[in-house]
Protein backbone atom coordinates (compact mmCIF):
# COMPACT_ATOMS: atom_id res chain seq x y z
CA UNK A 1 0.00 0.00 0.00
CA UNK A 2 2.80 2.18 1.16
CA UNK A 3 4.35 2.00 -2.97
CA UNK A 4 1.19 2.05 -4.49
CA UNK A 5 0.66 5.66 -2.38
CA UNK A 6 4.01 6.80 -3.36
CA UNK A 7 3.88 6.07 -7.55
CA UNK A 8 1.04 8.33 -7.01
CA UNK A 9 2.58 10.93 -5.38
CA UNK A 10 5.13 10.46 -7.97
CA UNK A 11 3.45 9.99 -10.70
CA UNK A 12 -0.26 11.14 -10.32
CA UNK A 13 -2.12 7.50 -10.93
CA UNK A 14 -2.25 3.85 -9.36
CA UNK A 15 -0.03 1.25 -10.67
CA UNK A 16 -2.36 -0.70 -13.24
CA UNK A 17 -3.22 -4.44 -12.71
CA UNK A 18 -0.54 -6.09 -14.39
CA UNK A 19 2.47 -3.41 -12.55
CA UNK A 20 0.49 -4.83 -9.09
CA UNK A 21 1.00 -8.59 -9.99
CA UNK A 22 4.02 -8.63 -11.20
CA UNK A 23 4.96 -7.04 -8.15
CA UNK A 24 2.95 -8.94 -5.67
CA UNK A 25 2.04 -12.42 -7.84
CA UNK A 26 0.19 -13.68 -5.05
CA UNK A 27 -2.19 -10.90 -4.26
CA UNK A 28 -5.48 -11.69 -5.99
CA UNK A 29 -7.63 -9.25 -8.31
CA UNK A 30 -11.18 -8.72 -7.22
CA UNK A 31 -13.45 -7.40 -10.31
CA UNK A 32 -15.97 -5.19 -9.00
CA UNK A 33 -19.16 -4.79 -11.37
CA UNK A 34 -20.12 -1.82 -10.40
CA UNK A 35 -19.82 1.66 -12.25
CA UNK A 36 -16.95 4.56 -10.60
CA UNK A 37 -19.88 6.98 -10.44
CA UNK A 38 -21.83 4.34 -7.94
CA UNK A 39 -18.91 3.61 -5.75
CA UNK A 40 -18.10 7.15 -4.96
CA UNK A 41 -21.56 7.41 -4.55
CA UNK A 42 -21.69 4.62 -2.57
CA UNK A 43 -18.33 6.13 -0.36
CA UNK A 44 -20.56 9.63 -0.02
CA UNK A 45 -23.22 7.61 1.45
CA UNK A 46 -21.13 6.25 3.80
CA UNK A 47 -19.50 9.24 4.75
CA UNK A 48 -22.74 11.30 5.57
CA UNK A 49 -23.83 7.91 7.79
CA UNK A 50 -20.82 8.08 9.97
CA UNK A 51 -21.67 11.80 10.33
CA UNK A 52 -25.63 12.16 10.70
CA UNK A 53 -25.02 9.14 13.42
CA UNK A 54 -23.80 11.03 15.81
CA UNK A 55 -26.01 13.93 15.15
CA UNK A 56 -29.19 11.79 15.17
CA UNK A 57 -28.31 11.02 18.65
CA UNK A 58 -27.65 14.30 20.23
CA UNK A 59 -30.45 15.59 18.78
CA UNK A 60 -32.91 13.26 20.21
CA UNK A 61 -31.61 13.97 23.22
CA UNK A 62 -31.72 17.51 23.16
CA UNK A 63 -35.29 17.14 22.32
CA UNK A 64 -36.45 15.40 25.33
CA UNK A 65 -34.67 17.99 27.32
CA UNK A 66 -35.63 21.13 25.56
CA UNK A 67 -37.12 21.06 22.19
CA UNK A 68 -36.32 24.76 21.11
CA UNK A 69 -32.77 24.16 21.63
CA UNK A 70 -32.99 21.02 20.08
CA UNK A 71 -34.32 23.25 16.78
CA UNK A 72 -31.44 25.36 17.14
CA UNK A 73 -29.28 22.47 16.94
CA UNK A 74 -31.06 21.35 13.57
CA UNK A 75 -30.87 24.92 12.20
CA UNK A 76 -27.09 24.71 12.89
CA UNK A 77 -25.77 21.31 11.63
CA UNK A 78 -28.29 22.04 8.48
CA UNK A 79 -25.85 24.20 6.75
CA UNK A 80 -23.05 21.89 7.56
CA UNK A 81 -24.44 18.60 5.68
CA UNK A 82 -26.28 20.76 3.07
CA UNK A 83 -22.16 21.37 2.30
CA UNK A 84 -21.57 17.68 2.27
CA UNK A 85 -24.10 16.56 -0.35
CA UNK A 86 -22.68 17.29 -3.44
CA UNK A 87 -25.00 18.03 -6.51
CA UNK A 88 -24.38 18.14 -10.42
CA UNK A 89 -24.41 21.65 -12.09
CA UNK A 90 -27.48 22.74 -14.01
CA UNK A 91 -27.62 24.50 -17.14
CA UNK A 92 -27.93 28.05 -18.06
CA UNK A 93 -29.61 28.34 -21.14
CA UNK A 94 -28.63 31.58 -21.30
CA UNK A 95 -25.03 31.61 -20.58
CA UNK A 96 -24.83 27.71 -22.28
CA UNK A 97 -26.64 28.82 -25.17
CA UNK A 98 -23.51 28.47 -27.42
CA UNK A 99 -24.14 24.73 -27.21
CA UNK A 100 -27.75 25.01 -28.67
CA UNK A 101 -26.33 27.02 -31.54
CA UNK A 102 -23.35 24.18 -32.58
CA UNK A 103 -26.08 21.53 -32.18
CA UNK A 104 -28.22 23.61 -34.83
CA UNK A 105 -24.94 24.31 -36.93
CA UNK A 106 -24.68 20.76 -37.15
CA UNK A 107 -27.94 20.06 -38.46
CA UNK A 108 -27.47 22.39 -41.04
CA UNK A 109 -25.88 20.31 -43.84
CA UNK A 110 -29.28 19.15 -45.13
CA UNK A 111 -29.72 16.30 -43.58
CA UNK A 112 -32.82 14.96 -42.25
CA UNK A 113 -31.41 12.20 -39.46
CA UNK A 114 -29.71 14.01 -36.51
CA UNK A 115 -29.79 10.40 -35.13
CA UNK A 116 -28.98 6.76 -35.48
CA UNK A 117 -30.71 5.48 -38.73
CA UNK A 118 -33.54 3.13 -37.16
CA UNK A 119 -33.01 1.01 -40.65
CA UNK A 120 -36.74 1.86 -41.90
CA UNK A 121 -36.48 4.98 -43.53
CA UNK A 122 -40.23 5.69 -43.07
CA UNK A 123 -39.70 5.71 -39.51
CA UNK A 124 -36.53 7.82 -40.21
CA UNK A 125 -38.79 10.45 -41.45
CA UNK A 126 -41.13 10.52 -38.07
CA UNK A 127 -37.99 9.85 -35.55
CA UNK A 128 -35.31 11.39 -36.97
CA UNK A 129 -33.52 8.58 -35.76
CA UNK A 130 -32.95 7.63 -32.68
CA UNK A 131 -31.25 10.16 -29.97
CA UNK A 132 -28.50 10.98 -27.71
CA UNK A 133 -31.03 10.71 -25.08
CA UNK A 134 -33.87 8.47 -25.96
CA UNK A 135 -35.36 5.81 -23.86
CA UNK A 136 -37.62 3.32 -26.48
CA UNK A 137 -40.02 1.15 -25.26
CA UNK A 138 -41.16 -1.50 -27.70
CA UNK A 139 -44.89 -3.10 -26.89
CA UNK A 140 -46.31 -5.67 -28.28
CA UNK A 141 -48.36 -8.65 -27.46
CA UNK A 142 -46.46 -12.13 -26.52
CA UNK A 143 -44.71 -13.98 -28.86
CA UNK A 144 -44.95 -11.20 -31.92
CA UNK A 145 -41.39 -10.59 -32.69
CA UNK A 146 -40.52 -7.91 -29.63
CA UNK A 147 -36.55 -9.38 -29.80
CA UNK A 148 -36.58 -9.59 -33.59
CA UNK A 149 -37.70 -5.80 -34.08
CA UNK A 150 -34.83 -4.93 -31.51
CA UNK A 151 -32.56 -6.86 -32.77
CA UNK A 152 -33.14 -5.53 -36.71
CA UNK A 153 -32.30 -1.70 -35.02
CA UNK A 154 -29.37 -2.75 -33.34
CA UNK A 155 -28.75 -4.57 -36.22
CA UNK A 156 -28.94 -1.71 -38.79
CA UNK A 157 -26.84 0.94 -36.25
CA UNK A 158 -23.85 -1.63 -35.58
CA UNK A 159 -24.15 -1.70 -39.64
CA UNK A 160 -24.06 1.92 -39.40
CA UNK A 161 -20.71 1.67 -37.65
CA UNK A 162 -22.11 2.24 -34.29
CA UNK A 163 -21.02 -0.27 -30.83
CA UNK A 164 -23.76 -2.33 -29.43
CA UNK A 165 -24.69 -3.17 -26.15
CA UNK A 166 -27.39 -5.92 -25.79
CA UNK A 167 -28.40 -7.70 -22.88
CA UNK A 168 -29.76 -10.90 -23.52
CA UNK A 169 -32.03 -11.93 -20.41
CA UNK A 170 -33.03 -15.59 -22.04
CA UNK A 171 -32.30 -16.70 -25.10
CA UNK A 172 -29.23 -18.97 -26.07
CA UNK A 173 -26.27 -16.91 -27.69
CA UNK A 174 -26.06 -19.02 -30.41
CA UNK A 175 -29.99 -18.37 -31.07
CA UNK A 176 -29.25 -14.34 -31.05
CA UNK A 177 -26.05 -14.88 -33.58
CA UNK A 178 -28.22 -16.81 -35.65
CA UNK A 179 -30.73 -13.39 -35.63
CA UNK A 180 -27.65 -11.11 -36.11
CA UNK A 181 -26.67 -13.07 -39.18
CA UNK A 182 -29.92 -12.90 -40.78
CA UNK A 183 -30.84 -9.72 -40.00
CA UNK A 184 -27.17 -8.42 -41.21
CA UNK A 185 -27.07 -11.26 -44.60
CA UNK A 186 -30.38 -12.66 -45.10
CA UNK A 187 -29.85 -15.98 -44.24
CA UNK A 188 -32.82 -17.91 -43.71
CA UNK A 189 -32.78 -18.22 -39.79
CA UNK A 190 -34.59 -21.50 -40.26
CA UNK A 191 -31.80 -22.90 -42.29
CA UNK A 192 -29.19 -21.87 -39.59
CA UNK A 193 -30.75 -23.22 -37.12
CA UNK A 194 -31.62 -26.39 -37.96
CA UNK A 195 -27.99 -26.76 -39.85
CA UNK A 196 -29.11 -27.10 -43.12
CA UNK A 197 -26.23 -28.43 -45.90
CA UNK A 198 -27.03 -26.16 -48.75
CA UNK A 199 -25.98 -22.89 -47.26
CA UNK A 200 -22.87 -24.41 -45.68
CA UNK A 201 -20.07 -22.66 -47.96
CA UNK A 202 -21.43 -19.23 -48.14
CA UNK A 203 -22.29 -19.04 -44.61
CA UNK A 204 -18.57 -19.95 -43.50
CA UNK A 205 -17.50 -17.86 -45.98
CA UNK A 206 -19.84 -14.92 -44.38
CA UNK A 207 -18.28 -15.87 -40.87
CA UNK A 208 -14.85 -15.58 -42.23
CA UNK A 209 -15.27 -12.02 -43.21
CA UNK A 210 -17.35 -11.12 -40.54
CA UNK A 211 -14.37 -11.99 -38.15
CA UNK A 212 -12.83 -8.70 -40.00
CA UNK A 213 -14.99 -6.09 -38.70
CA UNK A 214 -13.97 -4.19 -36.10
CA UNK A 215 -17.47 -2.94 -34.58
CA UNK A 216 -18.55 -4.40 -31.13
CA UNK A 217 -21.66 -5.98 -31.51
CA UNK A 218 -21.52 -7.00 -27.28
CA UNK A 219 -24.03 -9.59 -25.80
CA UNK A 220 -24.50 -10.02 -21.91
CA UNK A 221 -26.19 -12.66 -20.22
CA UNK A 222 -27.04 -12.50 -17.03
CA UNK A 223 -24.63 -15.41 -15.44
CA UNK A 224 -21.63 -12.84 -17.38
CA UNK A 225 -22.89 -9.96 -14.45
CA UNK A 226 -23.92 -12.74 -11.51
CA UNK A 227 -27.60 -12.65 -11.74
CA UNK A 228 -30.28 -10.16 -13.75
CA UNK A 229 -28.93 -7.06 -14.87
CA UNK A 230 -30.07 -3.85 -12.55
CA UNK A 231 -29.23 0.03 -13.04
CA UNK A 232 -25.83 -0.41 -11.70
CA UNK A 233 -24.25 -3.20 -13.96
CA UNK A 234 -25.87 -1.68 -16.46
CA UNK A 235 -23.57 2.09 -15.58
CA UNK A 236 -20.80 -0.63 -15.19
CA UNK A 237 -21.00 -2.17 -18.40
CA UNK A 238 -21.65 1.18 -20.20
CA UNK A 239 -18.49 2.52 -18.88
CA UNK A 240 -16.94 -0.60 -20.10
CA UNK A 241 -18.01 -1.24 -23.37
CA UNK A 242 -19.01 2.62 -24.29
CA UNK A 243 -21.68 1.26 -26.46
CA UNK A 244 -23.32 3.92 -29.09
CA UNK A 245 -26.76 2.12 -28.23
CA UNK A 246 -28.09 -0.30 -25.29
CA UNK A 247 -30.74 -3.00 -26.03
CA UNK A 248 -32.19 -4.45 -23.42
CA UNK A 249 -34.56 -7.67 -23.39
CA UNK A 250 -37.04 -6.98 -21.69
CA UNK A 251 -37.71 -4.85 -19.44
CA UNK A 252 -39.67 -7.54 -17.01
CA UNK A 253 -36.07 -9.31 -16.87
CA UNK A 254 -34.37 -6.79 -15.04
CA UNK A 255 -34.19 -6.52 -11.56
CA UNK A 256 -35.05 -3.44 -9.21
CA UNK A 257 -32.68 -2.03 -6.94
CA UNK A 258 -34.99 0.25 -4.98
CA UNK A 259 -37.46 -1.95 -4.70
CA UNK A 260 -37.99 -4.71 -1.67
CA UNK A 261 -40.06 -8.45 -1.56
CA UNK A 262 -43.49 -7.91 -1.92
CA UNK A 263 -44.06 -5.18 -3.62
CA UNK A 264 -46.52 -4.57 -6.76
CA UNK A 265 -44.98 -5.09 -10.61
CA UNK A 266 -46.20 -1.58 -11.00
CA UNK A 267 -43.99 -0.42 -8.43
CA UNK A 268 -40.89 -2.55 -9.71
CA UNK A 269 -41.00 -1.27 -13.38
CA UNK A 270 -41.80 2.57 -12.31
CA UNK A 271 -38.42 2.31 -10.41
CA UNK A 272 -36.13 0.82 -13.44
CA UNK A 273 -37.88 2.73 -16.28
CA UNK A 274 -36.98 6.04 -14.02
CA UNK A 275 -33.58 4.19 -13.89
CA UNK A 276 -33.43 3.76 -17.50
CA UNK A 277 -34.68 7.35 -18.89
CA UNK A 278 -31.77 8.34 -16.54
CA UNK A 279 -29.03 6.49 -17.68
CA UNK A 280 -29.97 7.49 -20.98
CA UNK A 281 -30.05 10.88 -20.44
CA UNK A 282 -26.84 10.57 -18.16
CA UNK A 283 -24.61 8.70 -21.06
CA UNK A 284 -26.23 10.43 -23.97
CA UNK A 285 -26.86 6.76 -25.01
CA UNK A 286 -30.27 5.48 -26.52
CA UNK A 287 -32.21 2.61 -25.02
CA UNK A 288 -34.31 0.48 -26.50
CA UNK A 289 -35.82 -2.07 -24.28
CA UNK A 290 -38.86 -4.43 -25.27
CA UNK A 291 -42.24 -5.02 -23.24
CA UNK A 292 -45.60 -6.55 -22.93
CA UNK A 293 -48.52 -5.77 -23.72
CA UNK A 294 -51.27 -6.95 -21.55
CA UNK A 295 -54.09 -9.67 -21.93
CA UNK A 296 -56.56 -6.70 -22.94
CA UNK A 297 -54.29 -5.91 -25.89
CA UNK A 298 -55.48 -10.08 -27.21
CA UNK A 299 -56.99 -9.47 -30.73
CA UNK A 300 -58.62 -11.44 -33.49
CA UNK A 301 -56.22 -11.97 -35.84
CA UNK A 302 -58.70 -13.14 -38.64
CA UNK A 303 -58.25 -10.65 -40.60
CA UNK A 304 -57.79 -9.96 -44.32
CA UNK A 305 -56.48 -6.40 -44.27
CA UNK A 306 -53.71 -5.02 -42.80
CA UNK A 307 -55.51 -1.95 -41.97
CA UNK A 308 -57.59 -3.41 -39.58
CA UNK A 309 -54.34 -4.59 -37.60
CA UNK A 310 -54.93 -3.55 -34.01
CA UNK A 311 -51.72 -2.49 -31.83
CA UNK A 312 -51.79 -2.38 -28.58
CA UNK A 313 -53.16 0.94 -26.38
CA UNK A 314 -50.55 2.83 -24.54
CA UNK A 315 -53.19 2.18 -21.82
CA UNK A 316 -52.69 -1.59 -22.52
CA UNK A 317 -49.07 -1.97 -21.01
CA UNK A 318 -48.44 -4.62 -18.78
CA UNK A 319 -47.41 -3.29 -15.62
CA UNK A 320 -47.53 0.33 -15.19
CA UNK A 321 -48.40 3.38 -16.48
CA UNK A 322 -45.54 4.66 -15.58
CA UNK A 323 -43.69 2.98 -18.27
CA UNK A 324 -45.43 5.63 -21.05
CA UNK A 325 -44.26 7.76 -18.59
CA UNK A 326 -40.77 7.56 -18.70
CA UNK A 327 -40.06 6.87 -21.99
CA UNK A 328 -39.02 9.24 -24.63
CA UNK A 329 -40.37 7.10 -26.98
CA UNK A 330 -43.00 4.25 -27.12
CA UNK A 331 -43.19 2.12 -30.52
CA UNK A 332 -46.26 -0.23 -30.14
CA UNK A 333 -46.61 -3.51 -32.93
CA UNK A 334 -48.48 -6.27 -33.76
CA UNK A 335 -47.87 -8.76 -36.73
CA UNK A 336 -49.83 -11.09 -38.18
CA UNK A 337 -48.68 -13.31 -40.56
CA UNK A 338 -46.27 -11.26 -43.17
CA UNK A 339 -48.33 -8.11 -42.27
CA UNK A 340 -47.55 -6.16 -39.38
CA UNK A 341 -48.65 -2.46 -38.32
CA UNK A 342 -46.28 0.03 -36.51
CA UNK A 343 -47.13 2.82 -34.81
CA UNK A 344 -45.35 5.36 -32.65
CA UNK A 345 -47.75 6.31 -30.16
CA UNK A 346 -45.46 8.43 -27.99
CA UNK A 347 -42.64 10.66 -29.28
CA UNK A 348 -40.87 13.48 -27.82
CA UNK A 349 -39.17 14.73 -30.42
CA UNK A 350 -42.17 15.49 -32.66
CA UNK A 351 -45.62 14.06 -33.72
CA UNK A 352 -47.94 11.33 -31.72
CA UNK A 353 -49.55 8.29 -33.73
CA UNK A 354 -47.99 8.36 -36.32
CA UNK A 355 -48.33 4.23 -38.18
CA UNK A 356 -46.31 2.26 -40.71
CA UNK A 357 -47.44 -0.74 -42.65
CA UNK A 358 -44.83 -3.39 -43.60
CA UNK A 359 -44.82 -6.63 -44.87
CA UNK A 360 -42.16 -8.53 -42.39
CA UNK A 361 -40.12 -12.19 -43.44
CA UNK A 362 -38.70 -12.84 -40.22
CA UNK A 363 -37.01 -16.06 -41.63
CA UNK A 364 -35.15 -13.97 -43.94
CA UNK A 365 -35.17 -10.74 -41.38
CA UNK A 366 -36.59 -8.51 -44.19
CA UNK A 367 -38.83 -5.70 -43.28
CA UNK A 368 -39.76 -3.66 -46.20
CA UNK A 369 -42.40 -0.76 -46.54
CA UNK A 370 -46.24 -2.42 -47.44
CA UNK A 371 -46.39 -1.40 -51.02
CA UNK A 372 -49.84 -1.54 -53.05
CA UNK A 373 -49.33 -1.41 -57.44
CA UNK A 374 -52.08 -0.21 -59.05
CA UNK A 375 -53.07 -2.40 -62.35
CA UNK A 376 -54.65 -1.47 -65.60
CA UNK A 377 -57.70 -3.32 -64.95
CA UNK A 378 -58.08 -0.63 -61.36
CA UNK A 379 -57.36 -3.37 -59.25
CA UNK A 380 -54.58 -3.28 -56.60
CA UNK A 381 -52.58 -5.49 -55.53
CA UNK A 382 -49.68 -6.49 -52.57
CA UNK A 383 -46.50 -6.33 -53.68
CA UNK A 384 -44.73 -9.93 -52.36
CA UNK A 385 -41.39 -9.95 -50.25
CA UNK A 386 -38.85 -11.00 -52.29
CA UNK A 387 -37.78 -14.29 -51.40
CA UNK A 388 -34.38 -14.57 -52.56
CA UNK A 389 -33.10 -12.85 -49.27
CA UNK A 390 -31.78 -9.76 -51.15
CA UNK A 391 -31.68 -6.74 -49.10
CA UNK A 392 -34.51 -4.78 -50.12
CA UNK A 393 -32.77 -1.37 -48.40
Known sequence: MEQCQ??????????DPTTVLDKFPDFELIEIQESDRYLIEEMNERYLFTKMTPFIRKLAELTEDDSRQAI????????????????????????DSEK????????????????????????????????????????????QGKTWLLLF?????????????????????????????????????????KGDKGVERVYEKYIEEL????????????????????????????????????????ITLMAD??????????LKYEHITEDLYQIAEK????????????????????IEDIDDIEVPKISEIYGSDAISHNCRRIITFNKVDKMTKIVLKKNNYGKDNQELLMLWDMDKGLLKPYLKVDKSDGKEEVESINESGVDLF
Open 257 to 266: EKGSSGQASY
Open 211 to 250: KEEETPFIVIKPRDINGKLNSTKLEGLIEKYKPDIVGIDQ
Open 153 to 193: FLVKAWQQGKKVLFYNGELPNSVVGYRFDTLNRHFSNTALS
Open 6 to 15: TLYKEYGTMP
Open 72 to 95: TYLKQEMKNFNNLVTYKEGEDLIE
Open 100 to 143: RLQEFKEKLDGKELTGISTGIKELDEITYGWQSEDFVSIIARTS
Open 283 to 302: YRTPILAPHQANRNAEKDEN
